[in-house]
């Protein structure tokens, strides 16, 4: 069965810091992944996601992602965090039945 | 393209009573999808609509719940006697291929 863990439940970092959300996941074949945002009191908005191809796919908001098969990981990543990213992430894997991890909690300090 | 909207936005209901959500997808999005999500969770998948055809659900779908997507447009969520553990925000979804779903607000409830 599709699964996804999400490791970190609250992350913490300085605005202009980077940042890299982990994700693992479980899945039978070539997995469709995902990485969504969601901002209190908001749905879930899209960033970005993999089907195939690339390794390594490129979202809005400045936000990457990269699968590794090896590590059956979907790590989300940005550069230099602005305070309008703190927000709840969420990954998921699936189609038609998606299945969305725990999420984690980002916060920026000033 | 107006995006995916769900009505009402807030229900706040006695335990034992029935409630009913509605969502509109977006137009041309012959897939419709229900999830829940409780406070600190991500969301959990409930069921899915492919035009009218309800394709699969999951089984936290107790025989309380119950959807429909009539002529395959707007779809309405059912959830009857109601009880404090069905608190929680409610999403619905759509697309047109079986991924990069676009959420709707959802709709938060609360059984008293």
């Known amino acids: 069965a599709q699964s996804v863990t999400q490791p970190d439940i609250h992350i913490t970092v300085s605005e202009g810091a980077s940042l890299e959300l982990r994700c693992n996941y479980s899945?039978?074949?070539?997995?469709?992944l995902f990485w969504y945002v969601q901002s209190p009191g908001q749905g879930l908005q899209l960033l970005l996601k993999?089907?195939?191809?690339?390794?390594l796919v490129q979202g809005i908001k400045g936000f990457e992602a990269e699968f590794k098969r090896s590590q059956s990981s979907f790590n989300l990543r940005k550069p230099s965090v602005h305070w309008s990213d703190a927000a709840e992430y969420f990954c998921a894997v699936g189609a038609d039945d998606m299945r969305f991890g725990a999420g984690t909690r980002l916060t920026v300090k000033p | 393209d107006t995006g995916v909207s769900q009505d009402p936005r807030h229900k706040i209901t006695k335990r034992g009573q029935n409630v009913t959500f509605r969502c509109d997808p977006i137009?041309?999005?012959?897939?419709l999808y229900w999830y829940r999500q409780t406070l600190g969770q991500g969301p959990e998948f409930l069921t899915y609509?492919?035009?009218?055809?309800?394709?699969?659900k999951s089984r936290l779908l107790s025989d309380r719940f119950s959807a429909e997507r009539p002529k395959g447009s707007f779809s309405t969520l059912e959830i009857q006697r109601t009880e404090q553990g069905d608190s929680a925000m409610y999403l619905c979804?759509?697309?047109?291929?079986?991924?990069?779903?676009?959420f709707g607000s959802g709709t938060r409830l609360t059984v008293v």
């Open positions: 979804a759509s697309s047109l291929e079986a991924w990069g779903y676009t």
């Open positions: 993999y089907f195939s191809g690339d390794t």
């Open positions: 137009s041309e999005h012959n897939r």
């Open positions: 609509f492919q035009n009218e055809a309800q394709l699969e």
């Open positions: 899945y039978g074949a070539t997995p469709y």
